[in-house]
């Protein structure tokens, strides 16, 4: 885990954060939710965080990396998924 994901404070800052910027990048915000809410997802997560964090990146850089690791997840879905997803959830 990265070390500010031993803080709740941090880890809401962090969910925010990736709330806030991934619908621009394509990624609809309950897909984002549904990343933290699967553990084996949200773990996954946080790894790619935690290695930008062992490389130096600060706290910015660290959610950058995490945001790529979702829109490859969202990306990777057929799209007939994605649009049932979105049927779902909008």
């Not at 809401?12 to 549904?34: H, I, N, T, W």
Request: with cysteine; charged share 25%.
């Amino acid at each position: 885990m990265p070390s500010w994901a031993k803080d709740a404070t941090g880890i809401e800052r962090f969910k925010s954060d990736l709330l806030v910027a991934l619908p621009s990048r394509g990624v609809p915000s309950p897909y984002v939710s549904a990343i933290f809410s699967r553990e084996e997802t949200a773990r996954l997560c946080l790894a790619s965080a935690q290695t930008a964090e062992e490389n130096g990146r600060d706290f910015y850089r660290q959610c950058f990396a995490a945001a790529d690791f979702i829109v490859r997840q969202w990306n990777s879905l057929h799209p007939a998924e994605q649009k049932k997803f979105c049927d779902r959830h909008f």
